[in-house]
């Protein structure tokens, strides 16, 4: 039974201050220990042979060499897995498919990128490892490959799966293709849609991989008992999700597994998968020893998710007074070596923002000799979003609107349909285009070679599964306990809404994220949902432990328990009739225990629904400079409908953040393969990330537009702010330069080329 | 492969240690030293994850040999706290929320630290640029950067 209580009209003592994290001193002292910062005793090191073909069959592989060089205890290879069935698994939207994880953490058959794990050796150290790997011989048959997208589509591409028929075709195709799944979604009727517009304007993108770009290379320590227990020592998203992966790759029973949260060094959707996981695991298992793998981040580069990148058309039709009539948009997603590109997502997001009668949205998830994409920040949307929100940027100035004005006439409200089936249920995004009409810098002036643009974007936001655990120790402080990965403050805010609910002092309550031995399921630290999920679970085991303290409190006055009421930290006679008892803190009860049932604890666990998605609005000026096509950003406002900020600091934060990838996205990072298929720039010197002197301050508009379904309103806030950015940047380039840039990123080269073939 | 003996300073300790030609100081560090408050983000002298100084320099200790820090006086992060005082640098990190998922931190407080030793009043634009070499991709930097012109504005008593 889950209690509810909506505080959002509460005033509230705790949400919404800005006190230090609670993990703060130990990550400012470098205390804290990461993934990489753990060690056992006999420890082996391992390190991972990769291809460096993009595409070749495996026709043997001899370790012999290998294993005779002293100090190695073990090599492993494809055939150290057991095989998994083909089939995919969960919500379609995010299905899993055993037999691809398998292959992806080691090749078996093929190598299908640059990069793809082939072996891995354990050693005594670090440079025997090395050394190792050098003597594994790996007779490779080279096959062609194929990088782009378009050409991955091709009848006569290079097929990386000789049986892949594309799903979601009826009837399903004759021959096999890269194509690996067909999506579509329809409201209305886009061809009278169209006929009724006064404007259309019909446009193709295409978008670069970006890298996720955590500055934690993935790292982990496993060790495997003879009696078939292991523990894992790992940095990921969600350590509940690693036991399973791992668990299930290894053919072990979950429950033999145990993982513990090593802090982690960023995630941004990346660390949401296994790679060098169950590779340590099985090899401690082989060898007896405990296993440490540190990735290089030439490792990270070549072999761990980017994002897709896409090929896109997008048509959209408006009329003479700014109604959009109809959006239509096809878009291919590069998925990698794997089927899963978050194409279905960037169907489903691309139009949601709008009250648009007639929608159809059509996506191909398509492989290419590529790492497997992996999430990042509103996996899908961004990139849907930059060629939606480009076409609304033309479309405006065609009927001479204003690009915040056409966004506010169509914007979606509660009652709203979508193209992918349920109405919207949240208003929000109006809000966040109000909030730029009334900023001060949106009418500034603007000076030679600048420009401003204009965007938006929506994310779904998640819900899910989680499970909190409350304790009241012996003082009277209070241990909250969550299996929620803590990426950007999360302990903070759940200790803050514990406090809120108990009525007591963000100090006194100790919040942490245990093992999985010692919390119940928690999904990801994904999806912008643990402040509001987890949040929930947290909330529902406080107030299961008032209820208890409650109880415990008309025992030792000997009333009925209607009688005690919790107001500030303490039960409470709920009226002068119930008798005349001085109020009873937490301490005061918990030095009571003994004698009122014993140690005080509750549980919580939610598998929340009820999340308010996420709408954010944004303007950016620039300045190009015409010699060299560098574009600088000037100014960059980002407004957000956060429903309630429970740490606004690190709500700002999330925004801040996320815009800023999404300044790299636009402007810089991309993958850069060479006619061998093999990656040109695998660090962080040529895929370059956006650095503190590229950036301008990021004016941050918070706007709150509470959720009704959480106890204190929030909504989550971590990834719909990178989704408008690209767009903006490339609307303000636009304005400043006079051309439309169509194709990320929008570097200096390709700006000046744009900005030359216009001269 | 026989072994170098080397005899530094770390954080004003005597320290001596035993490292193969090839191990970087990031590694000796972290693998022989046990100080794992230098974080490894590219082993490439390209993020400032594993910024120290060494006899005063900002140096990326993954661009530096073991061996070479022999004799020298090595400062990293779990030095910079002063028994159980946080440098101020430290606690403006903490009340400016300048940290996200905190494996950056270490080497912006270093690298901070140590312009603050040679500018005590920069510019936000000097601290953009000193910070240049530091990669975050959690903040978007703003609040590390209002975190460090707090600090040098407490630091002067101004």
């Given at each position: 039974m889950l209690t509810r209580t909506n505080n959002a009209d509460k005033e509230l003592k705790v949400v919404g201050t800005r006190p230090v994290r609670p993990d703060g001193e130990a990550k400012v002292t470098g205390q804290a220990r990461y993934g990489a910062d753990y060690s056992a005793p006999g420890m082996l090191w391992a390190k991972i042979l990769r291809s460096p073909h993009a595409h070749a069959r495996i026709r043997a592989i001899d370790a012999s060499a290998a294993l005779a060089l002293p100090g190695v205890k073990a090599v492993l290879t494809g055939a150290d897995f057991k095989e998994q069935p083909f089939e995919y698994v969960g919500p379609e939207r995010v299905a899993v498919n055993y037999w691809h994880m398998t292959r992806n953490v080691m090749a078996r058959e093929k190598v299908l990128y640059e990069g793809h794990a082939v072996a891995a050796v354990a050693a005594i150290s670090p440079a025997t490892a090395e050394a190792a790997l050098q003597l594994i011989k790996v007779d490779y048959e080279v096959l062609p490959h194929v990088i782009d997208v378009d050409a991955a589509m091709r009848p006569d591409a290079p097929l990386l799966f000789d049986d892949m028929i594309t799903r979601g075709i009826e009837p399903a195709p004759a021959k096999p293709s890269n194509i690996s799944k067909r999506v579509e979604f329809r409201l209305g009727d886009v061809e009278a849609g169209f006929a009724a517009a006064d404007a259309v304007v019909e446009m193709s993108f295409k978008t670069a991989p970006v890298h996720q770009g955590y500055i934690e290379p993935h790292s982990c320590l496993a060790r495997i008992g003879a009696d078939g227990q292991g523990e894992l020592w790992s940095a990921s998203q969600g350590h509940f999700v690693v036991r399973a992966y791992t668990a299930k790759l290894l053919g072990m029973e979950i429950g033999d597994l145990l993982v513990h949260p090593a802090e982690i060094g960023g995630g941004f959707g990346g660390k949401t998968v296994v790679y060098v996981e169950p590779v340590a695991a099985a090899l401690s298992k082989k060898t007896g020893h405990p296993v440490k793998i540190m990735m290089s981040r030439e490792d990270v580069f070549k072999a761990t998710g980017p994002t897709s990148g896409a090929s896109m058309t997008v048509k959209i039709g408006v009329t003479?007074?700014?109604?959009?009539v109809a959006g239509q948009g096809l878009f291919k997603f590069q998925a990698g070596a794997f089927p899963g590109s978050p194409v279905m997502n960037a169907c489903m997001c691309a139009f949601a923002p709008y009250d648009i009668a007639n929608v159809n949205t059509i996506g191909y998830d398509v492989v290419s000799n590529r790492p497997k994409s992996a999430a990042y920040r509103a996996p899908g949307s961004p990139i849907s979003a930059f060629a939606v929100e480009s076409v609304l940027d033309i479309l405006a100035t065609r009927i001479g609107m204003d690009p915040l004005q056409l966004r506010l006439k169509n914007a979606a409200r509660a009652g709203t349909p979508t193209a992918y089936g349920p109405r919207h249920a949240h208003d929000g995004y109006a809000e966040t285009i109000q909030a730029l009409q009334l900023h001060p810098a949106y009418k500034a002036p603007l000076g030679k070679n600048q420009g401003r643009g204009v965007a938006s974007g929506f994310w779904f936001n998640g819900g899910g599964e989680s499970a909190a655990n409350v304790h009241v120790n012996e003082d009277g402080g209070v241990v909250i306990a969550t299996g929620s990965m803590d990426i950007g403050g999360s302990r903070a805010s759940m200790a803050m809404m514990a406090a809120e609910t108990l009525g007591v002092p963000y100090d006194k309550v100790r919040s942490i994220v245990a093992d999985t031995g010692s919390v119940g399921y928690n999904h990801v630290t994904g999806g912008s949902r643990v402040t509001f999920a987890t949040g929930m679970a947290v909330v529902d085991a406080c107030n299961k432990v008032i209820d208890d303290l409650r109880g415990r409190a008309a025992l030792i006055w000997d009333v009925d328990v209607a009688g005690v009421v919790w107001e500030d930290g303490h039960a409470q006679p709920a009226s002068a009739a119930v008798g005349d008892f001085k109020p009873l803190s937490l301490a005061a009860i918990a030095a009571k225990r003994g004698v009122t049932g014993g140690p005080i604890v509750a549980e919580a666990a939610v598998n929340a629904g009820g999340m308010a998605p996420g709408f954010a609005t944004q303007f950016c000026d620039v300045e190009v400079d015409p010699e060299t096509g560098a574009v600088k950003i000037l100014r960059f406002v980002a407004a957000q409908?956060?429903?309630?900020?429970?740490h606004p600091s690190y709500v700002e934060g999330q925004i801040q953040g996320g815009v800023v990838q999404g300044i790299g996205w636009a402007l810089n990072e991309e993958y850069i393969y060479n006619q061998a298929g093999r990656l040109s720039n695998a660090g962080f010197l040529d895929y370059r990330i956006p650095v503190a002197s590229d950036l301008p301050n990021i004016d941050v508009v918070m706007v709150e537009v509470p959720n009704p379904n959480h106890p204190f309103g929030v909504k989550g806030a971590g990834e719909v702010n990178i989704v408008p950015v690209m767009a903006a940047i490339a609307n303000a380039i636009q304005q400043a330069t006079g051309r439309r840039l169509t194709e990320l990123p929008m570097s200096p080269p390709k700006v000046l080329a744009a900005i030359d073939a216009g001269a | 492969m026989s072994k170098h003996h080397v005899s530094t300073t770390v954080n004003g300790d005597a320290v001596e240690f035993l490292c193969e030609t090839r191990q970087t100081l990031l590694d000796v560090l972290r693998d022989e030293l046990g100080m794992t408050g230098t974080k490894e983000g590219c082993g490439t002298g390209d993020c400032g994850a594993c910024s120290v100084t060494i006899d005063g320099r900002l140096v990326c200790a993954c661009l530096v040999l073991g061996v070479e820090a022999r004799g020298c006086a090595v400062c990293t992060i779990e030095g910079m706290a002063e028994g159980d005082h946080l440098h101020v640098l430290q606690r403006k990190f903490l009340e400016h929320a300048a940290l996200q998922c905190g494996i950056c931190t270490p080497g912006f407080l270093v690298a901070a630290r140590s312009l603050l030793e040679r500018n005590p009043d920069p510019s936000e634009e000097e601290v953009r640029y000193w910070l240049a070499g530091n990669l975050c991709r959690c903040t978007g930097y703003q609040k590390i950067i209002e975190a460090v012109l707090d600090a040098a504005r407490e630091m002067r008593g101004a």
């Amino acid at each position: 039974m889950l209690t509810r209580t909506n505080n959002a009209d509460k005033e509230l003592k705790v949400v919404g201050t800005r006190p230090v994290r609670p993990d703060g001193e130990a990550k400012v002292t470098g205390q804290a220990r990461y993934g990489a910062d753990y060690s056992a005793p006999g420890m082996l090191w391992a390190k991972i042979l990769r291809s460096p073909h993009a595409h070749a069959r495996i026709r043997a592989i001899d370790a012999s060499a290998a294993l005779a060089l002293p100090g190695v205890k073990a090599v492993l290879t494809g055939a150290d897995f057991k095989e998994q069935p083909f089939e995919y698994v969960g919500p379609e939207r995010v299905a899993v498919n055993y037999w691809h994880m398998t292959r992806n953490v080691m090749a078996r058959e093929k190598v299908l990128y640059e990069g793809h794990a082939v072996a891995a050796v354990a050693a005594i150290s670090p440079a025997t490892a090395e050394a190792a790997l050098q003597l594994i011989k790996v007779d490779y048959e080279v096959l062609p490959h194929v990088i782009d997208v378009d050409a991955a589509m091709r009848p006569d591409a290079p097929l990386l799966f000789d049986d892949m028929i594309t799903r979601g075709i009826e009837p399903a195709p004759a021959k096999p293709s890269n194509i690996s799944k067909r999506v579509e979604f329809r409201l209305g009727d886009v061809e009278a849609g169209f006929a009724a517009a006064d404007a259309v304007v019909e446009m193709s993108f295409k978008t670069a991989p970006v890298h996720q770009g955590y500055i934690e290379p993935h790292s982990c320590l496993a060790r495997i008992g003879a009696d078939g227990q292991g523990e894992l020592w790992s940095a990921s998203q969600g350590h509940f999700v690693v036991r399973a992966y791992t668990a299930k790759l290894l053919g072990m029973e979950i429950g033999d597994l145990l993982v513990h949260p090593a802090e982690i060094g960023g995630g941004f959707g990346g660390k949401t998968v296994v790679y060098v996981e169950p590779v340590a695991a099985a090899l401690s298992k082989k060898t007896g020893h405990p296993v440490k793998i540190m990735m290089s981040r030439e490792d990270v580069f070549k072999a761990t998710g980017p994002t897709s990148g896409a090929s896109m058309t997008v048509k959209i039709g408006v009329t003479r007074d700014g109604k959009i009539v109809a959006g239509q948009g096809l878009f291919k997603f590069q998925a990698g070596a794997f089927p899963g590109s978050p194409v279905m997502n960037a169907c489903m997001c691309a139009f949601a923002p709008y009250d648009i009668a007639n929608v159809n949205t059509i996506g191909y998830d398509v492989v290419s000799n590529r790492p497997k994409s992996a999430a990042y920040r509103a996996p899908g949307s961004p990139i849907s979003a930059f060629a939606v929100e480009s076409v609304l940027d033309i479309l405006a100035t065609r009927i001479g609107m204003d690009p915040l004005q056409l966004r506010l006439k169509n914007a979606a409200r509660a009652g709203t349909p979508t193209a992918y089936g349920p109405r919207h249920a949240h208003d929000g995004y109006a809000e966040t285009i109000q909030a730029l009409q009334l900023h001060p810098a949106y009418k500034a002036p603007l000076g030679k070679n600048q420009g401003r643009g204009v965007a938006s974007g929506f994310w779904f936001n998640g819900g899910g599964e989680s499970a909190a655990n409350v304790h009241v120790n012996e003082d009277g402080g209070v241990v909250i306990a969550t299996g929620s990965m803590d990426i950007g403050g999360s302990r903070a805010s759940m200790a803050m809404m514990a406090a809120e609910t108990l009525g007591v002092p963000y100090d006194k309550v100790r919040s942490i994220v245990a093992d999985t031995g010692s919390v119940g399921y928690n999904h990801v630290t994904g999806g912008s949902r643990v402040t509001f999920a987890t949040g929930m679970a947290v909330v529902d085991a406080c107030n299961k432990v008032i209820d208890d303290l409650r109880g415990r409190a008309a025992l030792i006055w000997d009333v009925d328990v209607a009688g005690v009421v919790w107001e500030d930290g303490h039960a409470q006679p709920a009226s002068a009739a119930v008798g005349d008892f001085k109020p009873l803190s937490l301490a005061a009860i918990a030095a009571k225990r003994g004698v009122t049932g014993g140690p005080i604890v509750a549980e919580a666990a939610v598998n929340a629904g009820g999340m308010a998605p996420g709408f954010a609005t944004q303007f950016c000026d620039v300045e190009v400079d015409p010699e060299t096509g560098a574009v600088k950003i000037l100014r960059f406002v980002a407004a957000q409908d956060v429903g309630r900020a429970i740490h606004p600091s690190y709500v700002e934060g999330q925004i801040q953040g996320g815009v800023v990838q999404g300044i790299g996205w636009a402007l810089n990072e991309e993958y850069i393969y060479n006619q061998a298929g093999r990656l040109s720039n695998a660090g962080f010197l040529d895929y370059r990330i956006p650095v503190a002197s590229d950036l301008p301050n990021i004016d941050v508009v918070m706007v709150e537009v509470p959720n009704p379904n959480h106890p204190f309103g929030v909504k989550g806030a971590g990834e719909v702010n990178i989704v408008p950015v690209m767009a903006a940047i490339a609307n303000a380039i636009q304005q400043a330069t006079g051309r439309r840039l169509t194709e990320l990123p929008m570097s200096p080269p390709k700006v000046l080329a744009a900005i030359d073939a216009g001269a | 492969m026989s072994k170098h003996h080397v005899s530094t300073t770390v954080n004003g300790d005597a320290v001596e240690f035993l490292c193969e030609t090839r191990q970087t100081l990031l590694d000796v560090l972290r693998d022989e030293l046990g100080m794992t408050g230098t974080k490894e983000g590219c082993g490439t002298g390209d993020c400032g994850a594993c910024s120290v100084t060494i006899d005063g320099r900002l140096v990326c200790a993954c661009l530096v040999l073991g061996v070479e820090a022999r004799g020298c006086a090595v400062c990293t992060i779990e030095g910079m706290a002063e028994g159980d005082h946080l440098h101020v640098l430290q606690r403006k990190f903490l009340e400016h929320a300048a940290l996200q998922c905190g494996i950056c931190t270490p080497g912006f407080l270093v690298a901070a630290r140590s312009l603050l030793e040679r500018n005590p009043d920069p510019s936000e634009e000097e601290v953009r640029y000193w910070l240049a070499g530091n990669l975050c991709r959690c903040t978007g930097y703003q609040k590390i950067i209002e975190a460090v012109l707090d600090a040098a504005r407490e630091m002067r008593g101004a």
